[in-house]
């Protein structure tokens, strides 16, 4: 089995890249890969891991786009640090990660909530900072009962304390990604919030746009829901990818490879994707 959507310290992630390699190899997996958000930071350190480890590596990032109603994230994978369009397209989102950081405190002060940049930072500690250490502060300030509290209450969106990030349009992203010798992957499909006719409508766009896989074997999707949409990638000539969104703690129901226990994300999922990467990647 192969996991290939996971998350470390450098976005919001609890465990080094390091540390989530060796978890995929421990599970069993034979590849993993890293998709901070809206960076490449961590690729370096985890792809060394991987090699000393004996597995293979996929150096991606997940990157939120704008849509409506629900909330799409593509992930990009092939993406290497260095120069190149995607690579400074996630250096503008990381500028403005830090912006949306001081209005969410702002706005989470204006509510009377407990929380502070400086105890958000001590929280991330070594971390980028991100809403799951906004999280964190507000339960240990007894603001909320838990992560998840916290995020259905006040931090997801169209909850009070939301405060929305700068977002690419997804038909540039695809482009964007493209033009660096990377692929893109629709993640976790059902958070768009559409009804099946809507999210074929969407896969329709997106493919004739360059989409190369959609992330059908997701941790929360039940057995039925990961076949529906293996079933639409066959459609749309998508290839059905998979992976756990591993968090660490903040996340605690969700490990790496196997998701919440039954995740099994095929290995032959990774050479189609490689089969997708455009010429440029030559």
């Known amino acids: 089995m192969i996991d290939l959507h996971v998350h470390s310290t450098c976005s919001d992630g609890s465990e080094t890249p390091e540390e ?38 996929v150096p991606g990032c997940e990157v939120s786009c704008a849509f409506s109603p629900g909330t799409m994230h593509l992930l990009g994978y092939f993406v290497e640090p260095g120069e190149g369009p995607m690579q400074n397209e996630l250096t503008h989102m990381r500028e403005e990660r830090a912006t949306r950081n001081e209005r969410l405190v702002n706005k989470l002060q204006d509510l009377g909530l407990p929380v502070s940049l400086g105890q958000v930072q001590s929280a991330a500690g070594s971390s980028v900072v991100g809403r799951p250490h906004f999280a964190a502060v507000l339960v240990a300030n007894g603001a909320a009962t838990t992560i998840q509290d916290a995020f259905d209450r ?22 964007t990604a493209r033009a660096s010798g990377a692929v893109a992957v629709l ?9 099946p006719a809507g999210l074929e409508g969407v896969l329709t766009e997106l493919a004739e746009g360059g989409l190369a896989g959609l992330e059908c074997y997701y941790s929360r999707y039940s057995p039925e829901e990961r076949a529906g949409l293996a079933e639409m990638a ?36 990774l050479g189609e994707l490689l089969a997708r990467r455009p010429d440029t990647a030559a």
């Open 20 to 57: 989530v390699v060796s978890l995929a190899a421990a599970t069993g997996c034979s590849a993993v890969a890293l998709t901070d958000h809206d960076g490449l930071a961590g690729i370096a350190e985890a792809r060394a891991k991987a090699e000393s480890l004996g597995i293979g590596f």
């Open 154 to 175: 006040l931090l997801a969106k169209g909850a009070p304390g939301y405060v929305p990030k700068a977002r690419i349009d997804f038909a540039s992203f695809i482009t």
């Open 187 to 195: 993640a976790h499909p059902l958070s768009l919030g559409l009804d």
């Open 234 to 269: 066959r459609r749309h000539d998508l290839v059905a990818t998979g992976g756990s969104d591993y968090h660490g703690r903040f996340k605690p129901d969700i490990f790496v490879g196997v998701g919440t226990g039954d995740l099994d994300v095929p290995d032959s999922a």
